[in-house]
């Protein structure tokens, strides 16, 4: 059974980098699509962007700017990387797997990135 | 951005009601839509996609319908492990969006 595990700082300070790790367990990162989101606490998902096991990459325009995902294979492992973060960066981040019928049927249990001095 | 709007926000019902949420969206996106049910402190769980297919391993009381810019997610019996946010997702697009959410309290 595929597992996501999501890792990484619970506390980052404004103006700084937020980089978390999702490691996949019980099966490989190829050949599939792999994406961050993020819900602020409270309210709705946010997509963040995805990487494909090749490197490619798409980004949520919105964060576009701020944002790099990147995967290495051989630790079957996906990051994200976050830079210049205030406030309402803090949110639960989550990784998925789009799997071949095109929708994420995996997803991490998410782990708390607060943004405070 | 395709916006996505779903209704109610929330919802009040008892163990056995037959519930209906809809997800429109402002601009066609086809079948390409998902539905996830949510509870506290949990991840999304997918239920639903590609507007009316069943996720392997979700009852069957759930379903869902539409397609172009009008959808609907149904429970036909509501039980009590049902109630949670459910949420819509689309994957027609750039970016993904999702529907502010609508949460299933008991009455």
């Known amino acids: 059974q595929v597992q996501l595990q999501e890792s990484g700082p619970g506390l980052v300070k404004p103006s700084e980098t937020l980089s978390l790790t999702c490691t996949v367990f019980?099966?490989?990162?190829?050949?599939?699509?792999w994406s961050w989101y993020r819900q602020p606490p409270g309210k709705g998902l946010e997509w963040i962007g995805f990487?494909?096991?090749?490197?490619?990459?798409n980004y949520n325009p919105s964060l576009e700017s701020r944002v790099t995902i990147s995967v290495d294979t051989s630790k079957n492992q996906l990051s994200l990387r976050l830079n210049s973060v205030t406030a309402a960066d803090t949110a639960f981040y989550y990784c998925?797997?789009?799997?071949?019928?095109?929708?994420?049927?995996?997803w991490g249990q998410g782990t708390l990135v607060t943004v405070s001095s | 951005d395709i916006h996505l709007t779903q209704s109610p926000s929330f919802l009040s019902a008892s163990v056995g009601d037959r519930v209906t949420i809809t997800c429109r969206a402002s601009?066609?996106?086809?079948?390409?839509l998902a539905w996830y049910q949510q509870k506290p402190g949990k991840a999304p769980r997918l239920l639903i996609y590609a507007a009316s297919t069943l996720q392997s391993g979700v009852p069957s009381r759930f379903s869902g319908s539409g397609s172009g810019t009008e959808f609907t997610l149904t429970i036909s019996s509501l039980q009590p492990e049902d109630f949670a946010t459910y949420s819509c997702q689309h994957l027609s697009s750039y970016p993904f969006t999702f529907g502010g959410g609508t949460k299933v309290e008991i009455k």
């Open positions: 019980g099966g490989s990162i190829s050949p599939y699509y």
């Open positions: 601009q066609g996106i086809s079948s390409y």
């Open positions: 990487v494909h096991y090749s490197g490619s990459t």
């Open positions: 998925a797997r789009r799997d071949s019928n095109g929708y994420y049927g995996y």
